[in-house]
């Protein structure tokens, strides 16, 4: 039983070790970290610097209404009250969940860099996808690369997104209001989302279809397309413009 006994204990040791988690959490409890390992600096000047690694790394600010997660971050946040993001940066394959008064939005790319104030941003490298929610639609994107312009805080209006850009080829799928199931699909170089204005812009070889339950064809070969949103997110009109009909 010995013999069996000591191989066992090394392997629950070596499981515990394994599984040693580094956290952190501020002095208001609106800031917390989970990650395998990392640096926690308290600046004089009400900032803290934190590098953080893991398999992944999960930092989640209450107050932005923002969590990030990635293989490696590295955040300067202001202390002074409750603790917000001043910059934060994360590499090998993000993913910013963000929250609102009524939806949130999932943003994922291979890596990205949050700036805060007044007008919060995320740039965006790689593989970029935006899955903007709230409880009556889901709108989603994808790019090669781009910029996303955030609600400020954790109750801004709707999914907590405001404005989005990628470049492509980029792609838009939402559903179209008065059908039961209708879905429109466009696809393009460029694209805008425009959420407070209710607006999505493609240009650069536009193609835009709907699926089988939508009452819209197909459109391929164009310059412009431009979707009006109604107040539920839904494509209530689309235009679709080729040369000096535009």
Known sequence: ?????????????????????FTYRDKSGSLTVRARSGLVEQQANNRVHLELRGSPVVLTSSTDGLTLNAPAIVCDAITKGKTTIEKAVGTGGLTALKSAASGNTTITSSSGSYTAGAQPKLILSGSVKIVDRTTTRTTTITGRNGTALLEPGSKGPGSGLRRATLSGPVRVEAVQQNTTGGRIIATGSRLEVDNVAHVVT?????????????????????????LVLNSKGEVSSVRVSQGASQ
């Open 202 to 226: 493609l240009t650069g070889n536009v193609n835009v279809t709907g699926n089988q339950a939508s009452t819209l064809g197909e459109l391929h070969g164009a310059d412009k397309a431009v």
């Open 1 to 21: 039983m010995k013999r069996v006994a000591l191989p066992l204990l090394v392997a629950v040791c070596a499981l515990a070790i394994a599984r040693q988690v």
